[in-house]
């Protein structure tokens, strides 16, 4: 079975400068996507960037892009220019090509400092 | 509607009843989810519907769990005789497939907080 690791429970970064939230995922397929979701105290998951496995190109969505590693089987996210808006739970996601579910990791609260 | 609609947003039950929770997908999606979110967790798969396939019930922790989803669109999950361990947050999720079973951005809604005494 597929596992996603999130080893940072908690982060916390300057408001306008960079951070980096870490994940890591266990599989033996070729052929999948990765996920980053953000949830604020809404409790909605919105979706922040999407990586398919096959693209050799890192994801980016204006400030939010991803260092993908295949072989090592990682998956960063960056923030730049952190904003207050950004303060939030974030989700790191792994969903086999073909399949239906994601698996989801513990999960790294975000916290920006004014 | 203009998202994933989910009701009731806080249910509190006492042990041992049953409850059902409400998802109403975005209109014209075709497959729809529900997770389960423990406090301070990720989030857990339940089930899954697609159109008018068998749902995928892998993810569903006891017999006490059922859903259903009605003219492939709104869908209940029903929870019976609820434990205190069930007390967490549902969240609901649907998406459209594309072409050649591509599937697109899977939307949330803002979950059922449920909580049993």
């Known amino acids: 079975a597929q596992t996603v690791t999130q080893s940072q429970p908690e982060m916390s970064v300057q408001e306008a400068e960079t951070v980096t939230l870490s994940c890591t995922y266990d599989?033996?397929?070729?052929?999948?996507?990765l996920f980053w979701y953000k949830q604020p105290p809404s409790r909605q998951m919105i979706l922040v960037i999407r990586?398919?496995?096959?693209?050799?190109q890192n994801a980016t969505e204006n400030r939010f892009s991803v260092n993908f590693q295949k072989a090592a089987k990682s998956f960063s996210l960056k923030i730049s220019d952190s904003q207050l808006g950004d303060a939030a739970m974030y989700f790191c996601a792994y969903e086999n090509q073909g399949a239906q579910k994601l698996v989801f990791g513990q999960g790294t609260r975000l916290t920006i400092n004014p | 509607g203009a998202g994933v609609s989910q009701s009731p947003s806080n249910k509190v039950t006492e042990k041992g009843k049953d409850v059902e929770l409400r998802c109403d997908p975005i209109?014209?999606?075709?497959?729809l989810y529900w997770y389960r979110q423990s406090l301070g967790q990720g989030l857990e798969f339940l089930i899954y519907?697609?159109?008018?396939?068998?749902?995928?019930k892998s993810g569903l922790p006891s017999d006490r769990f059922s859903a259903e989803r009605t003219g492939g669109s709104v869908s209940t999950l029903t929870i019976q005789r609820t434990q205190q361990e069930d007390s967490a947050v549902y969240l609901c999720?649907?998406?459209?497939?594309?072409?050649?079973?591509?599937?697109?951005?899977?939307?949330f809604g803002e979950g059922s907080w449920l909580t049993v005494v």
């Open positions: 209109s014209g999606h075709t497959a």
């Open positions: 990586q398919e496995a096959y693209k050799q």
């Open positions: 519907f697609q159109g008018n396939s068998a749902p995928d």
């Open positions: 999720a649907s998406s459209r497939w594309g072409r050649q079973g591509e599937r697109n951005t899977i939307y």
């Open positions: 599989t033996s397929e070729s052929d999948y996507y």
